[in-house]
């Protein structure tokens, strides 16, 4: 049972190039989110899917366009990297869309992205 | 939109207890989770409490929740350098769908 699983580990870019940032999880979650982490700001949710098949705008959407392939996979797609998107890229994913309890987000290991 | 503040750094000594705090601002948050990050690694589930509880204690964890004031903390008994770490508060606000997280606290245990 691995949880939740995110690739690339680390990724350096140009501006103006694109990329997908990966994320599986194996728990049969039904909701993904992806978040950015930047110092002294805590973590910043930029998309969420609350079940398979929809997809929502979070608290910084702008640059990015996100896709659920199916139950377990989420992906974060920037089209054109600037450099205000460095950043470190979490995924999580919950059995619900509202958290109970102990059935709340659990977060992959993290994707650094350096856009130069 | 909601608030959560955390001072950014705290030190302590081995074997020393440590208390992180949070304050908020969405009184209507019903279950407030703390998470712990590691050098270079995701976020893990530490705690949480229940808003209709003022106290939740698990092995050297203890929970307050002083729900008038919005003020939360997380008191580590007998820290260890394990527990050096960045911790993050996360009250569930939003209609009860959203976790919004503090800055975090980096806790350093020195020797």
């Known amino acids: 049972n691995a949880g939740v699983t995110q690739t690339p580990k680390f990724q350096v870019l140009k501006t103006g190039q694109s990329m997908t940032l990966q994320c599986a999880q194996d728990m049969n979650h039904n909701s993904m989110y992806w978040y950015r982490q930047d110092p002294g700001m805590g973590l910043r949710l930029i998309y969420y899917?609350?079940?398979?098949?929809?997809?929502d705008k979070g608290e910084v959407p702008n640059g990015y366009n996100v896709s659920r392939l199916n139950k377990r996979e989420f992906s974060l797609r920037l089209e054109s990297a600037a450099p205000s998107q460095t950043s470190v890229y979490f995924c999580a994913s919950s059995l619900y869309a509202q958290p109970t309890g102990r059935e709340t987000q659990y977060f992959g290991p993290g994707t650094r992205l350096l856009v130069l | 939109g909601e608030d959560v503040e955390q001072s950014l750094f705290l030190s302590v000594r081995e074997g020393d207890s440590s208390v992180i705090n949070c304050t908020y601002t969405d009184s209507s948050s019903t279950y407030l989770y703390w998470y712990k990050q590691e050098p270079g690694a995701g976020l893990q589930l530490l705690t949480y409490?229940?808003?209709?509880?003022d106290m939740k204690q698990d092995q050297r964890l203890t929970v307050l929740l002083n729900k008038k004031d919005k003020h939360l903390s997380l008191r580590i008994a007998d820290t260890q350098t394990g527990d050096s770490a960045i911790y993050f508060c996360?009250?569930?606000?939003?209609?009860?769908?959203?976790?919004?997280f503090g800055t975090g606290t980096q806790l350093k245990v020195e020797l």
């Open positions: 899917s609350a079940s398979e098949g929809t997809t």
């Open positions: 409490i229940f808003s209709n509880m």
């Open positions: 996360a009250p569930l606000t939003g209609g009860g769908n959203k976790l919004t």
